[in-house]
């Protein structure tokens, strides 16, 4: 078998693994979905991902309630447990303690995310390949945005403030309004302290001034190459990468002043994980 067969199998175990987590995942369902041999696919699957079924498995069911606690603020720390596949509120809390160095309730209140990012670094193989590209025109939009500035892994604190806008102001609602986001560096290849992305949602007017910060933008209109990344937000890059370096290259166009930018079609607070859908927008002349 070639490598690039391989891993399309392993991407298949994966995707499954993201669809079916409120389920029993043994190692012969897992093994049968890709049609591997469920003697050697322990073994495997550490080499392949790095970690065992079972500590992949748990370090998927805590990223969800991480996200939950900090997310959810009502969400009672036993109902979150329960939903990781924990039978004790004890049990959830040593485990979490292990993966991220914080108890539940510190996380959600001083939430470490650098720790937290790398705990959840693991390889997505042959989900880059064959993406299906349309060139669109994007009307332009005027936004509410949070300016992000600092370290990568510290977005979602700023994406927690930004919700707080959302909330008190009312002139975004999530539910009637788009929200994008504005890449204007590559947080593989930029120091972190340099990092910039506004945090970004339509609205019909200026912002007037708040404790947030919120500004007044405008994503332009114009020409964009789009490709829709589907599940986790921390694999986004998958798509930036693929624009970049295959599809630009052999399309004759050419990327124009404006940043790369998503457009959010469903959220983390309200989404699975495996069932959220992302827009990436490449502008061009």
């Known amino acids: ?52 079924v079972a500590r992949y498995v748990q370090n998927l069911r805590l990223k969800r309630a991480s996200h939950r606690l900090v997310f959810e603020p009502t969400a009672r720390i036993i109902d979150v447990a329960f939903e990781a596949g924990f039978e004790t509120p004890e049990s959830f809390s040593r485990a979490f303690r292990r993966e991220y160095g914080q108890t539940p309730s510190q996380f959600r209140s001083a939430p470490a995310w650098k720790p937290w990012r790398k705990t959840h670094q693991f390889p997505s193989p042959g989900r880059s390949r064959n993406m299906d590209v349309r060139i669109i025109d994007f009307g332009e939009v005027k936004v509410a945005a949070l300016e992000h500035r600092g370290p990568p892994e510290l977005v979602k604190d700023s994406a927690r403030t930004f919700i707080e806008w959302r909330k008190e102001s009312k002139l975004s609602p999530k539910d009637r309004c788009r929200t994008f986001g504005i890449a204007y560096d590559n947080p593989d290849t930029t120091e972190p302290q340099a990092f910039r992305f506004d945090l970004c949602g339509e ?62 079609l469903n959220l983390v607070s309200d989404t699975p994980e495996h069932e959220l859908k992302t827009d990436v927008y490449l502008p061009l002349k």
Not at 1 to 10: E, I, L, S
Not at 226 to 251: K, M
């Open 203 to 264: 609205v019909s007017a200026d912002v007037p001034p708040n404790a947030q910060g919120v500004l007044t933008k405008l994503i332009p209109g114009g020409p964009c190459a789009v490709v829709r990344h589907l599940g986790s937000h921390d694999r986004i890059g998958e798509c930036a990468y693929y624009l970049y370096r295959d599809w630009l290259p052999g399309s004759g166009r050419e990327p124009r002043d404006f940043p790369l930018f998503f457009h959010y």
């Open 1 to 52: 078998m070639n490598g690039d067969a391989y891993g399309k199998r392993f991407a298949r175990v994966l995707d499954y693994i993201d669809r079916h987590l409120d389920e029993e995942l043994s190692v012969e369902r897992l093994s049968g979905e890709a049609n591997f041999s469920k003697f050697h696919f322990h073994r495997q699957f550490s080499a392949y991902v790095g970690v065992s």
